[in-house]
Each structure stands twice: as structure tokens, then as C-alpha cells.
């Protein structure tokens, strides 16, 4: 009972490192780099953030960080499709991928020590036509959690 396991009674032990995200420029390069030496290292593990800097899937195109966005409910295609790569090369490798679908810093007002406070570019945020009045009503507006719904059901597709 103290270990993971898979569905089918397989113990998991786990073994591996967060890369957390990629660098900008290199994308979905640098995610096979380091899938091919956990493979070669018989690292089966890592987790990945979901973040408007990497992989993320909606977001404002208003201030930092500058993407391919089109705001809420308007997915970026381009980020899509590498998550969708990175999961593929990931599979290939035997890695498995925790993946980290939000981060604090986007539901953040006041200045965090990393400078993560991005809520005035959050497209749920009612200044970028979405339907929140602050960052608590992400948790609460029925509109917001459809749309975040949505979302959760087009990654899991």
C-alpha cells in the first residue's frame, strides 16, 4: 500500500526529474533531448507545466508573454500540436508525464517574487473580455468553469 501501481496491479516506481518547461526557442527539440536521455538513463518519469510561456492552449495576447493567443475559448493550435508531440515522443520513451495544467502566478494581482502575477493578462479576467471580476471568481463564475471544462475535455481528448 505504500507504493504506486498501475490499474492492472504493476508497481510504479517512479524515477525521473520535473523539467517543468522548455526554453521558447527550442520547444518541442528540447523535450526529445530529454526524453532520449531518460530513456537511456531508464528514467520513466517527469512532469511538465502547462504555462502561457509553454504548451498552454488559451491566453490573452495582451502583455507578457506574447503567443499565439486569441483569448478565451480560442485555442492555440500551435501549442496543441506540441503537446500533443510531446506526449507522443514521451510514450515512445516510456516516460510519464505528470502534466501541470495551471499555475498560481495566472490568478496572481500583487507582485510575486518570480514577477508571476499575471492576472491583468489572464483571459478570464473581465478587462480581456472574459467573465471574471477578480481571480476568486475563477473558482466560482458558472461561465468560468464551463470554459475551463471545455478545456480540461479538448486536452483529455
Known amino acids: 500500500n505504500n507504493y ?10 517512479a524515477v525521473g526529474e520535473s523539467i517543468g518547461w522548455a526554453s521558447r526557442n527550442k520547444q518541442t527539440y528540447e ?5 532520449n536521455k531518460f530513456a537511456e538513463n531508464k528514467c520513466n518519469y517527469t512532469r511538465i507545466w502547462m504555462v502561457p510561456w ?11 508573454p506574447k503567443g499565439r ?17 510531446v ?4 510514450e515512445e520513451k516510456g ?3 505528470m502534466l501541470t495544467l495551471d499555475n498560481y502566478g495566472e490568478l496572481m494581482r500583487e507582485k510575486g517574487y518570480w514577477n508571476e502575477q499575471l492576472w491583468d493578462y489572464n483571459p478570464y479576467n473581465i478587462a480581456n473580455s472574459g467573465p471574471c471580476n477578480s481571480p476568486w471568481d475563477f473558482f466560482s463564475d458558472s ?8 478545456r480540461l475535455r479538448y486536452i483529455i481528448a
Not at 504506486?4 to 516506481?13: A, D, I, R
Not at 509553454?54 to 507578457?64: A, T, V
Not at 493567443?69 to 508531440?85: M, P, T, V
Request: proline share 2%.
Open 4 to 13: 504506486l501501481e498501475f490499474e492492472n496491479g504493476k508497481p510504479y516506481f
Open 31 to 35: 523535450y526529445e533531448y530529454y526524453f
Open 54 to 64: 509553454n504548451l498552454y492552449l488559451e491566453w490573452s495576447n495582451k502583455g507578457w
Open 69 to 85: 493567443f486569441f483569448g478565451l475559448g480560442k485555442y492555440c493550435l500551435e501549442n496543441a500540436w506540441r503537446l500533443d508531440y
Open 87 to 90: 506526449l507522443k515522443v514521451a
Open 95 to 97: 516516460v510519464n508525464i
Open 143 to 150: 461561465k468560468a468553469k464551463d470554459y475551463y471544462k471545455r
